[in-house]
């Protein structure tokens, strides 16, 4: 296939817009990635954002249980990220695109795995026929396994069962995340939820089922990779504040961008045989060789102390945050960890390693720079929910209100109704252009 990684001084690497219209750090990437995204968004309108959501999702399940951090305690690269974003706006195709090389491996696993459900079938006839006649029959043959690593439709006794055959790890790679969220408490109330922190905790977990009884995973690791429009995804947030689950995804929310025409070039075939190339060696790099063969990095010493500075820096913003932010916060104290890990693991084999390298100095810069962005992208996802609840409140205040009213009645209905203190009051008196104010104390509503 000629070579597999290009060098840092190859001329298609070297045409990286000066002009940065986008909010995602991409410089957090080695050079070879962050041209394969910026012509997927130059050549096919792809959004920044969103191509490297994909790359994220597919090298974190990419390492799945094959490699551990160990810093104060051990952490795996298992993540969720979520793109938020309304629709036409490429969500799906660069999912798409970026996970193509691990679905053609996933075809292959298929069709071996067809092979030998044929064969079994063959030989587990075989096999009853001699135990009933009594003759010769050897052990019993054992069904094959369907090797996998995504899973897009599922119950969470399937999603059980398909991860204690893959005990490598899977991703929920979900066009339409609301399919993901949409699961929780069908079968059991909050069983659900409770099982998605254990995933994304790469905790040990026990599932009972009926029909298959108890399935033992000692360390899951389930990432989740999804698109969701706004809308939709209020709910989700408001339902599952509560338990820390919505603080422990990594959101991709780009309001600036707006709708394009359509392309006149086709993407560079280089630029999409070099991912593959580059996905290709990623793969090699983490074999798994069970549970009891998980490698182990570490941080350089330096590159530590950097993310220490960091973690002392953000303790004393959330002692001065709201509980919005202490809640993302802390979960940020994991995932940067996570991040670092994808991050060392793209620069490692962008650099023609065959292993990934300790965390060096350079990678836990990036990782603080990606993880801070995260920070300010969840702040704005919660926004939504946010902003949505003020609207909701002031509506039912309005509907309560006389035709004629002044500041005191104002003031009385907000806080008998528990809708804001006396102070939000005054700026919804203030900014409501559905009320007109007729002296100092005195409005009239101008919309019924």
């Known amino acids: 296939m000629g070579k597999t990684i290009a060098d840092l001084n190859d001329v298609i690497w070297t045409d990286l817009p000066e002009d940065k219209n986008f909010e995602f750090p991409i410089e957090v990437f080695p050079v070879q990635i962050q041209s394969i995204i910026t012509d997927y968004n130059r050549y096919i309108h792809y959004p920044i954002e969103f191509t490297s959501a994909s790359i994220l999702a597919i090298t974190s399940v990419t390492i799945g249980n094959t490699t551990v951090l160990k810093h104060l305690w051990n952490t795996t690269a298992v993540l969720a990220f979520i793109m938020v974003q309304d629709r036409g706006f490429k969500k799906s195709h660069p999912m798409r695109d970026i996970f193509q090389p691990l679905f053609d491996k996933e075809e292959r696993w298929t069709n071996e795995y067809n ?78 939820e409770q099982m998605w922190i254990v995933f994304l905790n790469g905790g040990r977990f026990l599932g009972d089922t009926i029909k298959n009884g108890n399935y033992h995973l000692p360390k899951t690791f389930v990432s989740i990779l999804g698109g969701i429009q706004p809308d939709e995804f209020k709910s989700f947030i408001k339902e599952n504040t509560m338990n820390g689950l919505v603080d422990r995804i990594c959101y991709f929310y780009p309001k600036y961008l707006k709708k394009q025409e359509w392309p006149t070039e086709e993407m560079p075939q280089h630029s999409i045989d070099q991912w593959v190339n580059i996905y290709d060696s990623l793969y090699n790099m983490f074999p798994f060789n069970g549970l009891e063969n998980i490698q182990t990095i570490k941080y350089q010493k330096e590159a530590f102390e950097e993310v220490r500075k960091w973690q002392k820096n953000l303790l004393l913003l959330q ?23 994808i991050l060392q693991a793209l620069h490692s084999v962008c650099n023609g390693k065959t292993r990934i390298s300790n965390i060096t100095v350079e990678v836990a810069k990036k990782a603080i720079t990606l993880q801070n962005y995260f920070i300010q992208e969840a702040l704005k996802v919660f926004d939504l929910v946010r902003n949505h609840d003020t609207v909701k409140l002031i509506n039912i205040w309005y509907t309560l209100l006389p035709d004629n009213f002044n500041t005191k009645q104002a003031v009385d209905i907000a806080l008998k109704n528990k809708l804001c203190k006396e102070r939000t009051v005054f700026n919804w008196l203030e900014k409501d252009e559905r009320i007109l104010k007729e002296s100092s104390n005195n409005y009239k509503k101008i919309v019924k």
């Open 115 to 192: 092979i030998q459900l044929e064969k079994y079938r063959h030989e587990i006839e075989e096999y009853k026929t001699a135990k009933r006649l009594k003759q010769e029959h050897g052990e019993e043959p054992k069904a094959p396994i369907s090797k996998r690593i995504t899973v897009q439709r599922f119950t969470p006794e399937a999603l059980v069962k398909i991860h204690y055959n893959n005990p490598r790890g899977l991703i929920v790679w979900s066009d339409e995340a609301k399919e993901w969220f949409g699961t929780f408490n069908q079968y059991n109330k909050g069983a659900e």
């Open 319 to 341: 002692n001065k945050g709201d509980k919005i932010f202490e809640g993302v916060a802390a979960k940020a104290e994991t995932n940067i960890h996570r991040l670092a890990m």
